[in-house]
């Protein structure tokens, strides 16, 4: 069961300009198995885009599945939660997917799916107010 267990880690640190630091760190967790895949996502950055302004950090997290069935039906799921300035703690991003697709059967090495998913996004206490945004979409994929 834990075989298909990973962590990940990601380190980047450079500058905009000279003692301007750009810094982020992302860590993961995933999981893969033939009908799961799921993840954690860590996210902690540090942004100072001059000299003359401040230093923001900010923190984040995504988690997400991918549950499918052996008679090809997959589900996307997926929440992101970003805090882009921690000083001011209840500014948030709130993302939610969620989506279903069909695999077709395999003809020779071609692949077919079609996915239909809705993406809501929330911005709290934001200035200037930004609206909710909710996307519907049909995606094809076709690979060969």
Do not use: C
Not at 67 to 82: F, I, M, N, Q, V
Not at 96 to 106: A, Q
């Amino acid at each position: 069961m834990l075989r298909g267990l990973r962590a990940h880690l990601f380190y980047d640190g450079d500058s905009y300009v000279q003692d301007a630091e750009r810094k982020r760190v992302i860590g993961s967790v995933t999981f893969e198995h033939h009908y799961l895949n799921a993840g954690f996502d860590y996210l902690n950055a540090r942004d100072q885009m001059s000299v003359t302004k401040p230093a923001l950090t900010g923190t984040g997290f995504s988690i997400w599945a991918t549950p499918r069935s052996p008679k090809g039906w997959e589900a996307l799921l997926r929440y992101d939660h970003l805090k882009p300035n921690t000083e001011f703690d209840t500014q948030t991003r709130n993302r939610t997917i969620l989506g279903v697709s069909y695999w077709f059967p395999h003809q020779g090495s071609v692949s077919t799916a079609l996915m239909l998913d809705y993406d809501g996004q929330t911005f709290d206490n934001f200035t200037p107010a930004l609206p909710a945004q909710k996307k519907i979409a049909l995606h094809a994929l076709v690979s060969f």
